[in-house]
C-alpha cells in the first residue's frame, strides 16, 4: 500500500488580497502535479477571524481541487460559521471530529481547539470518539492543529496543545497509528511523539522565524509551504516543498 497525501496548514483567509493570492497559488501547484495526491489535508486556522464569509472563500477555493479535501479546526476557526459555511453543516457545538477512509489509510481529523483561545485541548467527548475510532486496527494517521510539543519559540510554546499525555496515551497505546501531523507553528519541523513521527506541516500566510535566526518573528516573504506524506505500509516519509 502506497498513499500519497499533501498537507497546508494555517491559511488565515482574512478577505485581503494578499491572503487569497498565496492559498491560491498553493492550490494552484497542488493542482499541476504530475500524479496527483490522494487527499489533500487541512490542519487548522483555515479563516483568521472565524467569519462566514472567510469560510465561503475557503469553500470555493476547495471546490476548485480535483481531489479531496480534509479540513480540522484551528485556534482561529469558530464552529458555528466553520460547520456551516464550510462543511455545509447545522452550526451546533461540540468539536468537529472526522473520520475519512483515503487510498487504505485511516485519516482522524481531530478538533483540539478551545473556543476563544490560543492554545489547544483534546476534550472528553473526543478522546472517547478517538477510542472508538482506533478499534480499528487499519493504518492511521492523526491530524489535529496544536504541536503537543515544544517548538523552542517562547510566545508560541505557551499555545501548544495543553495536557498531550492524553492524546499521547492513545497513540502508545495504538499501534496502528502511523504519524501525528499538525500544523499551527507556521514553520515545518519534524519530532516524535509516543514512539511515533510527528510532522508540524508549514504555514500558507507566512513563515515563523525561530530566536537564532533573528528578526521580526513573522517572515512575510517566504513562500507558502506544503507538507508532502507518502504513506508506504506503516512508515511516513515527508518532504516539504514552497509553492
Not at 494552484?28 to 487548522?44: I, K
Not at 485541548?121 to 478522546?127: A, C, F, L
Not at 514553520?187 to 521580526?216: C, H, K, N, Q
Request: net charge negative.
Amino acid at each position: 500500500m502506497t498513499a500519497l497525501f499533501a498537507q497546508i496548514s494555517d491559511l488565515h483567509l482574512d478577505g485581503t488580497v494578499r491572503a487569497t493570492d498565496r492559498a491560491r497559488r498553493v492550490v494552484g501547484y497542488l493542482n499541476g502535479l504530475a500524479r496527483p495526491v490522494d487527499a489533500v489535508l487541512v490542519t487548522g486556522d483555515i479563516a483568521d477571524h472565524g467569519t462566514e464569509a472567510e469560510y465561503e472563500e475557503a469553500a470555493r477555493l476547495f471546490a476548485t481541487m480535483s481531489v479531496p479535501v480534509l479540513p480540522c479546526p484551528g485556534n482561529h476557526d469558530v464552529r458555528g460559521p466553520y460547520r456551516k459555511a464550510l462543511l455545509d453543516e447545522e452550526p451546533v457545538g461540540g468539536p468537529i471530529n472526522r473520520r475519512h477512509r483515503v487510498a487504505g489509510v485511516t485519516v482522524l481529523l481531530v478538533d483540539g481547539t478551545v473556543p476563544a483561545q490560543g492554545h489547544g485541548y483534546v476534550d472528553d467527548e473526543t478522546i472517547a470518539w478517538l477510542e472508538e475510532q482506533l478499534r480499528d486496527p487499519s493504518p492511521t494517521l492523526i491530524a489535529l492543529h496544536h504541536p503537543p510539543v515544544r517548538i523552542h519559540e517562547p510566545s508560541l510554546d505557551k499555545i501548544l496543545l495543553h495536557s498531550p499525555d492524553r492524546l499521547e496515551a492513545l497513540v502508545a497505546a495504538h499501534p496502528q497509528v502511523i504519524a501525528v501531523l499538525t500544523g499551527h507553528a507556521h514553520t515545518a519541523a519534524a519530532s516524535t511523539f509516543a514512539g511515533r513521527p510527528l510532522v508540524i506541516a508549514p504555514a500558507v500566510t507566512y513563515a515563523l522565524r525561530m530566536p537564532w535566526e533573528g528578526g521580526d518573528i513573522r517572515n512575510w516573504d517566504q513562500p507558502p509551504g506544503v507538507a508532502f506524506h507518502v504513506i508506504d505500509d506503516s512508515r511516513i516519509i515527508t518532504h516539504f516543498r514552497v509553492a
